[in-house]
């Protein structure tokens, strides 16, 4: 399980001691536990505070309340992706494929965000902080693969930075869409051979995005 922590900015209007990133660490790492053990309903701050051997006011100093935390406990996990160098777009795009596809295998990282993703389609400030959290967050895997693809050659310069943004939007939301569907909907594997055909395909897509 990863050991290390991005912790939310201090949020206005709050003050006290200055938060320490190892209590942080142990409260994400507690929550994504009691998820696979509790699952989302069961779930409760209290719970958290026990596994990580801190009290609950120490919770929420820092979260307002459980869908905070636990979108926050699943963030993390998604900030250690990383896009590798492996000498072309179509093998870095298979490679952070069949990363993402290792972190959805990891039991806290598909309970959670099951979890975050049913209860959102009820609460419009969950939405907000799973797209602000998550979705924002990871769309510069996308940034990087464009930046290295142009400077290699693969793909043309925009001239546009509104297209630009719009075309990074719609390349993450095809990739994230397409993994998340295939491991976590239809439960089929993502291995090398999808990775291999799904890049193909979205790679000959680019080319007519760029057009």
Known sequence: ????????????????RPRSAET??????????????LGWSKLTMG???ARAGVAKTTLYR??????????????????????????S???D???????????????????????VVAESTCDDALRGRIREAIVERQKRLVVEGR?????????????????????????????AGAVVHRALVSAEPVDAEWARRFTALLVSGLGALSA
């Open 62 to 87: 820092r979260w307002t309340n459980k869908n905070e935390l636990v979108v926050d406990a699943v963030a993390v996990l998604f900030d250690e992706l990383e896009l590798p160098d492996r000498g």
């Open 47 to 49: 719970d958290v505070a």
């Open 1 to 16: 399980m990863p050991s290390t922590a991005h912790p939310e900015p201090v949020r206005k209007g709050r003050t006290g």
């Open 147 to 175: 930046e290295r693809a142009q400077a290699r050659g693969e793909l043309p310069y925009e001239d546009d930075p509104a297209a630009e943004a719009r075309n990074a939007d719609l390349i993450f939301d095809v990739v």
């Open 89 to 91: 777009l179509a093998a």
């Open 93 to 115: 795009v298979e490679g952070v494929v069949l990363q993402f596809a290792d972190l959805l295998a990891q039991p806290e990282t598909k309970t959670a965000l099951m979890g």
């Open 24 to 37: 942080d660490a142990a409260i994400l790492a507690a929550t994504r536990a009691a998820l696979v053990q």
